[in-house]
């Protein structure tokens, strides 16, 4: 099993924007092949802070998840509603 978290700065005008865009992302993706989990949460500190959390079969899964087209539209919208690069961490977790 592959969890991978991601954290991100909504720009401030464009927070709800980027809501969105991740409601819409979520419905696409939780169908994807060994997708067992796959969400976006805001920081109770920070709404601009947006977390992710997503759980998955094994690397193949997410390796085909990043080909489809919902994902890399998703990629190409959030550019321009977050600060800098998203910081994400990969964890490979015995089943």
Known sequence: ????????????????????????????TRDDDGCQAYGFYAD????????????????QALDAH???PHTQQFLTRVTGLIDGTPAMTFHEVPD
């Open 1 to 28: 099993m592959l969890i991978v978290i991601g954290k991100a700065q909504a720009l401030d005008s464009h927070r709800e924007d980027l809501a969105s865009a991740a409601r819409e992302m979520t419905a696409a």
């Open 66 to 68: 990043m080909t489809h």
């Open 44 to 59: 109770l500190a920070d709404e601009n802070t947006i977390l992710s959390l997503e759980i998955w079969r094994d690397q």
